[in-house]
């Protein structure tokens, strides 16, 4: 019986009609996973290697500290991203299986999971030190590795039982993020009490029991659940709240563009990938702390700073823009059929970003406590957003194909879509034009000419708009085709 | 209002849809009926420039459709559930709908209200998205936003698919009202016969993609259709 689910959902993986289309993005994933990997397993090494020979500390007592933080964030990562196990499960609720059967399957799958896998790449490597380098004895270093295992399982399942408890797992994240603080600034260490569990995994032969009955715990519990509610009318319903009519009237002086404007605020507030994307946006606030804090070596380069504005400024315009039109793939026919005019539209969508840039910049004045000049260059990242990144996304849309569903969270990170060779070379002249317009600048003369030209660039960008518009327009209309016809293929 | 010339749709060496000529004059209400695969809907689609004919083009008001937008502010349509966005509840897609079509709140409101049978009370204040509301309530708000801001052409892909026996009576009585307008054209395509007969003055029988039957609608018409599809 197996054989068949096994078979089933080989085939939906491969019959996928995002996946069947191109090679170039199945090495691109494949780069990606192994770019993962790589990280997590350096990582790993790196951590032992830094925490013995720089700070002269037992490594393994240092992970244990923090390993209470790494659990709460895994299962926390999990609840937002980590999809439920419902492979089609309503076409064979009526098929002579047992439905512990279909469970159990489905569980099996999330076993699986690149969630539980990412962490052996970083914990393996780490252990064969420990015991390679450290002397630590072969028995306590596997104990230890069987509880951590049994807790990432424990994460897995536990995960699924908490399904939908959204208020649940902000409390965890917020009690989190408290306990953090008041350990970063010295009131309260939550890991004095929690790091001798850890370190008993290691030096007990017996604690490492308790994982593993937690993670035995939470399957049985979380499968009892879950056969309980495999009914249409209960663990397989699609929820629905009660929603209230919004009209947006104070957008209304926008004319046109207002119709749009509305309906993408919406849009954002009520749909899950939607708010998720925004959410990732408003973290890239913070990636500019890796650069103007001198945090990564790497990134200590004059050119890097421009690097950081664009992103920080432009966090939205990157991931939510990205998929533009797909956001409105879903009633894209409705769009093409209606009185709308290419412009309009495309129009809308500008002005959305360029309002997201504006309101990221203003929010990342922060950057002034590193210096005006940091802050200078998330302004001169933002004129560049808004003036030639806006146009470049919405050119690069016009080849992205694959449709969005709004209601589901799955694949919104590391989306296949748009790697195509296109949007691929499209991000040149995002990140790479200004970087290098930057270094002319920064070498030739002086750091302010960098800015200048990278905001002239931008400028430049507002000053052509009309022109560029016309030839975005030109390819949407030849793309219109291709595009409905691709929105179509549903998974 | 619509003329259709020397249409082909050919998809990998498939031939869904050849029709040499059809002509679709102003104020007509033409039904389209056909089995599956017939080309109902890609003829819609066409007609909506949503895809590109193989070879030919089609016209509405005289305007090429796949080179002018210009036939968008007289046509309307509904074709399936990718007409509906599905995060607005009702009120919203219509005052959106309406927004598009140049019409103010008012406008729109006062159209819903003639629409208030239709509706049954099952769309205006549910405090539901359109993609939480059943086939059928979702098919009756597709269908009365593709009649604000009074549309010259409106094409509705099997209207009468998920509606209980009540509404499809009602949808009859609506279409039938608009047909007897002048002005306004409407396109209908349905499976059952029995309702295409009684609303369409013009019926055509599309048979793998091309036009079998052309016929005005008579007493007879119902009964020659039967033996058609009962072969």
Not at chain 1, 153 to 159: G, H, I, R, S, T
Not at chain 1, 186 to 208: H, V
């Amino acid at each position: 019986m197996f054989k068949h689910f096994v078979s089933l959902q080989w085939k939906s993986f491969w019959r996928a009609a995002s996946l069947s289309s191109g090679l170039w993005m199945k090495i691109f994933m494949g780069f990606w996973a192994l770019y993962f990997i790589g990280m997590m397993a350096f990582g790993g090494v790196g951590a032992f290697f830094l925490i013995k020979k720089e700070l002269c500390l037992d490594p393994l007592e240092v992970i244990n500290r923090f390993l209470i933080y790494w659990w709460v964030a895994d299962l926390i990562f999990r609840y937002a991203l980590q999809k439920m196990p419902v492979i089609n499960i309503k076409p064979l609720l009526i098929l002579p299986f047992r439905k512990n059967k279909i469970v159990s399957f489905a569980f099996g799958k999330t076993i699986l999971s690149f969630f539980n896998i990412i962490h052996g790449f970083f914990f393996v490597p780490f252990s064969v030190l420990l015991v390679a380098e450290g002397n630590a004895p072969v028995l306590n270093v596997l104990l230890w590795h069987i509880g951590l295992i049994a807790l990432v399982y424990a994460n897995n399942f536990l995960n699924i039982l908490l399904n939908n408890k959204d208020n649940l797992i902000y409390a965890v994240a917020g009690i989190m993020i408290v306990l953090g603080g008041l350990h970063y600034f010295e009131y309260f260490d939550i890991t004095r009490y929690t790091a001798p569990f850890f370190q008993g995994l290691y030096d007990t032969k017996f604690l490492f029991i308790i994982p593993v009955i937690a993670a035995v715990l939470f399957y049985v519990m979380a499968f009892r659940t879950f056969v309980k509610d495999l009914y249409l009318d209960a663990g397989l319903a699609t929820k629905s709240k009660t929603v209230k009519t919004e009209n947006l009237e104070w957008l209304d002086r926008f004319g046109k563009t207002a119709t749009f404007l509305k309906n993408d605020i919406k849009l954002i507030k009520r749909n899950k990938r939607a708010r998720s994307t925004v959410i990732v946006s408003a973290l890239f606030l913070f990636y500019g702390l890796l650069f103007f804090t001198g945090a990564v070596e790497a990134y200590d380069g004059p050119v890097w700073k421009i690097f950081a504005g664009i992103f920080v400024s432009g966090g939205f315009l990157m991931s939510f823009g990205q998929f533009v039109p797909s956001w409105d793939s879903s009633y894209y026919p409705l769009m093409m059929s209606q009185n709308i005019k290419y412009r309009e539209y495309l129009s809308s969508k500008w002005w959305l970003m360029v309002m997201a840039t504006f309101i990221s910049t203003i929010l990342a004045s922060g950057y002034l406590y590193f210096g005006w000049e940091a802050y200078l260059a998330v302004i001169v990242g933002a004129v560049y957003n808004m003036g030639m990144n806006a146009h470049v996304v919405l050119w690069a849309g016009a080849y992205v194909k694959t449709p969005i569903d709004l209601t589901s969270n799955k694949k919104a990170f590391g989306d296949k879509q748009s790697f195509n060779v296109k949007t691929l070379m499209l991000t040149l002249p995002k990140l790479a034009l200004p970087m290098i317009l930057y270094a002319i600048g920064h070498y030739a003369y002086s750091p302010y000419a960098g800015y200048l030209l990278v905001a002239l660039a931008g400028i430049a960008g507002f000053a052509f708009r009309n022109m560029v518009f016309d030839k975005i327009e030109r390819i949407y209309r030849t793309e219109k085709y291709a595009t409905i016809w691709a929105y179509k293929q549903k998974k | 209002m619509i003329g259709v010339h020397n249409i082909t749709k050919t998809y990998a060496g498939n031939t869904v849809l050849n029709i040499e000529h059809l002509e679709i004059p102003k104020g007509d209400s033409f039904g389209l009926v056909g089995n599956n695969g017939a080309g109902k809907t890609t003829l819609f689609s066409a007609l909506l420039d949503l895809i590109r004919p193989t070879t030919g083009y089609i016209e509405n008001s005289g305007i090429k459709v796949s080179e002018s937008e210009e036939w968008k502010s007289i046509t309307s349509a509904f074709i399936d559930e990718t007409f509906l966005i599905g995060y607005l509840t009702a009120e919203e897609y219509f005052y959106f709908i309406g927004e598009l079509r140049g019409q103010n709140k008012a406008d729109v409101d006062a159209l819903l209200a003639q629409f208030e049978d239709f509706f049954h009370g099952e769309i205006l204040g549910q405090k539901k998205y359109l993609r939480d509301l059943s086939k059928g309530n979702q098919k009756k708000a597709g269908i009365v936003a593709a009649l604000i801001g009074n549309p010259e052409v409106i094409i509705l892909d099997e209207p009468f698919a998920n509606l209980d026996p009540t509404t499809q009576i009602r949808l009859k009585k609506i279409i039938k009202e608009l047909a007897a307008d002048p002005n306004v054209t409407v396109l209908v395509s349905s499976h059952d016969l029995i309702h295409v007969t009684e609303v369409c003055q013009r019926i055509v029988v599309l048979d793998k993609g091309e036009v079998v039957k052309d016929l005005a609608t008579s007493e007879e018409t119902l009964k020659e259709l039967e033996e058609h599809f009962n072969k």
